[in-house]
């Protein structure tokens, strides 16, 4: 008896690469953090480069280039930040103020300085990372821009360093209690770790990984959703956190499933970038639809829906449909499905 023929498939898209906030070109000389003094002896260096960071966000002199300092000059801007009162005596610099990102490769050693943010954490009452989606608006006039805004247009080199500092600043400010007996912790390895001294345990900063996924059915129409957190207008791919002893590819379809009804099939790896709003690691896929019937929660998702390629490019240009910025991997894969840039 003769076997068919296999039906040759579609070749794979190409794995997402050059995702905005996943380029680096700096080593981070993980070897230097454990060194006595690294930090001073970087202070002390007046070849030393310095970016400034707070409420997830950077000093620019533009949109695509970091405003680069000396150890002093940064040292000059800590001590504005830290001041109180007329007449009062300022504020004590912390000991988790500088970061060592990492080195050139003519060995000149990188920072970051830490500035008190402008909106503090709340201690209670609402969720601490509401802020990380605080509008842009407000401190752009003053040089500051949020990372999530400006990631697409900072070249490789500033991209990868102003990541790490905006990921390590946000593990700081979560973090500055021991998690094990609740003592207040010290920085160590310039900035790597925090260390407990009542009970002597040890703590890194954390990633937490989250699927985000292009789910496509039978007729190559895209899975869209607009969260009920959302403003109006806004849509995106759908996303969530993989959950304590889940491989990701289960986390896609448990996800899919749990917000809009739809059941996924067949799942494919795209690439990853991170995401420190506070601190994600988000893993992309492509996801195959099995069925098309949407049935949104209603809590987390308010709306999802199929679209094609021009009913998506139709509703961008008319303003109904606003898509997420160009330095999330959501944008990559919605423009990798689509075929090339939309607007917006």
Same mark, same amino acid.
């Given at each position: 008896? #003769?076997?068919?023929a296999p039906v040759p498939s579609a070749p794979a898209p190409p794995a997402l690469v050059d995702l905005p906030l996943a380029r680096a070109s700096v080593d981070r000389a993980a070897e230097l953090r454990a060194l006595p003094g690294a930090l001073d002896d970087a202070r002390a260096d007046p070849r030393t480069r310095v970016l400034a960071v707070r409420d997830g966000g950077l000093l620019l002199d533009d949109d $695509?280039? /970091?405003?680069?300092?000396?150890?002093? !000059?940064?040292?000059? %801007?800590? $001590?504005?930040?830290? +001041?109180?009162a007329a007449g009062a005596a300022p504020a004590p610099e912390p000991d988790d103020a500088w970061l060592l990102l990492g080195a050139e490769d003519d060995g000149t050693r990188v920072l970051?300085?830490?500035? &008190?943010? *402008?909106?503090? %954490? &709340?201690?209670?009452?609402e969720p601490a990372d509401? =802020? /990380?989606?605080? &509008?842009?608006?407000?401190?752009?006039? @003053? !040089?500051?821009? @949020?990372?999530?805004?400006?990631?697409?247009? %900072?070249?490789?080199?500033? $991209?990868?360093?102003? #990541? #790490?500092?905006?990921a390590l600043d946000a593990w700081h400010d979560r973090h500055p209690r021991c998690p094990r007996c609740g003592a207040p912790t010290r920085t160590a390895q310039a900035g790597w770790s925090r260390v407990c001294d009542v009970d002597g345990s040890e703590h890194y900063p954390r990633t937490d990984p989250a699927v985000i996924m292009a789910v496509v059915d039978a007729d190559d129409r895209l899975l869209l959703g607009h969260a009920a957190a959302w403003p109006a207008g806004r849509w995106s791919t759908l996303a969530g956190f993989v959950e304590a002893g889940e491989a990701a590819e289960q986390a896609v379809r448990r996800e899919v499933h749990e917000e809009t009804g739809v059941v996924v099939g067949e799942v494919e790896y795209a690439g990853s970038q991170p995401w420190p709003f506070p601190a994600s690691l988000m893993l992309g896929f492509?996801?195959?639809?099995?069925? #098309?019937?949407?049935?949104?929660?209603?809590? +987390?998702?308010?709306?999802?829906?199929?679209?094609?390629? *021009?009913? %998506?490019?139709?509703?961008?240009?008319?303003?109904?449909?606003? =898509? &997420?910025?160009g330095a999330s991997i959501a944008r990559a894969l919605i423009e990798q499905w689509y075929g090339g840039p939309l607007p917006g």
């Open positions: 008896m #003769t076997r068919p $695509a280039h /970091v405003r680069w300092l000396d150890p002093a !000059g940064a040292a000059a %801007l800590l $001590a504005v930040g830290r +001041e109180g970051a300085v830490r500035l &008190p943010d *402008a909106h503090p %954490l &709340p201690a209670g009452g509401v =802020l /990380v989606h605080l &509008p842009d608006g407000p401190v752009a006039r @003053s !040089g500051w821009r @949020s990372l999530r805004v400006v990631g697409a247009l %900072l070249d490789a080199h500033d $991209a990868g360093l102003a #990541t #790490t500092a905006v492509r996801g195959r639809a099995t069925t #098309t019937d949407v049935r949104v929660d209603g809590v +987390e998702m308010a709306d999802a829906r199929w679209f094609t390629r *021009a009913g %998506l490019a139709a509703a961008v240009d008319a303003g109904d449909v606003v =898509l &997420p910025g």
